[in-house]
């Protein structure tokens, strides 16, 4: 004979749980946290520090973390680490999101050119 009572005491109250939603999301820029809900406030480059406002100058040329690495004479992994402070101080969650910041403000960015070979 099969009961019709849930398994365990758990099992009924987490089936009447409506589901997580997903983090609030605004306008597909993969926003995260108190910036998210705020509808007018763009993260702004001002905020990130010379290093990692030069990490970002070479994301925007398209650059591999080992490449930004030998051109600021820094690890890859430090680069790497940079990467993830600054995302977490934009508040974006992907590579593409951080992008659409830095190129609308990449006139507040450095000048990132490789060094002279004379």
Excluded: C, Y
């Amino acid at each position: 004979m099969v009961s019709s009572r849930p398994s365990n005491a758990w099992s009924g109250r987490l089936a009447k749980l409506d589901p997580v939603q997903p983090p609030d999301r605004r306008a597909g820029l993969g926003l995260r946290g108190p910036r998210a809900k705020l509808s007018r406030v763009r993260p702004s480059v001002d905020n990130l520090t010379d290093r990692e406002r030069e990490v970002v100058a070479g994301l925007i040329r398209n650059l591999t973390n080992k490449q930004i690495g030998l051109l600021l004479g820094i690890s890859h992994r430090t680069v790497e680490i940079h990467r993830s402070r600054l995302m977490r101080k934009l508040g974006v969650t992907s590579l593409s999101a951080l992008l659409e910041i830095a190129f609308a403000q990449r006139r507040k960015l450095p000048d990132l050119r490789e060094p002279d070979s004379s």
